[in-house]
C-alpha cells in the first residue's frame, strides 16, 4: 500500500512561510493528479490547492490565492505548498492527497484514492 508522506509544517509567525512537500512512499508510483487539503480545529476538512501530473492544472481555495503556490517535480513524483504571507487562520493539519483517475473536480475530496498523514501549520499571531 503506497502512503504519501508529507513534510514542512511548523511554527511561524503571522507574515511568515512554510514550504510543504509530499511524496509517495513508492517511487514508481504515479497520480492524474496531487492536491492539498487542511482541516482546522473544528471545522471539516477543506480543499486547497491541486496540480495535475503534467502541471498543465492547478486550482487554489479563494482563500489561499495570491499567497500558496502549488508545483511538482514529475521526476521525484513529488508535489510542494509554497506558503506566504500566512495568517492565523491558516493553521491546520496540511494533507496531501492524490487522484489516479481523471476527474472535472479536483477539489472534491471523493477524487483522491491516496491521503497522507498530515503535517501540523500553526501560524501565530
Known amino acids: 500500500q503506497v502512503q504519501l508522506v508529507e513534510s514542512g509544517g511548523g511554527l511561524v509567525q503571522a507574515g511568515g512561510s512554510l514550504r510543504l512537500s509530499c511524496a509517495p512512499s513508492?517511487?514508481?508510483?504515479?497520480?492524474?493528479?496531487m492536491a492539498w487539503f487542511r482541516r482546522a480545529p473544528g471545522k471539516e476538512r477543506e480543499f486547497v490547492s491541486h496540480?495535475?501530473?503534467?502541471?498543465?492544472?492547478?486550482s487554489y481555495a479563494d482563500s489561499v490565492k495570491g499567497r500558496f503556490t502549488i508545483s511538482g517535480d514529475i521526476a521525484k513524483n513529488t508535489v510542494y505548498l509554497q506558503m506566504n504571507s500566512l495568517k492565523p487562520e491558516d493553521t491546520a493539519v496540511y494533507y496531501c492527497a492524490a487522484a489516479q483517475y481523471y476527474s472535472d473536480d479536483y477539489s472534491a475530496r471523493r477524487v483522491y484514492q491516496f491521503w497522507g498523514q498530515g503535517t501540523q501549520v500553526t501560524v501565530s499571531s
Open positions: 513508492r517511487r514508481t508510483f504515479s497520480s492524474l493528479a
Open positions: 496540480i495535475t501530473r503534467n502541471g498543465g492544472s492547478t
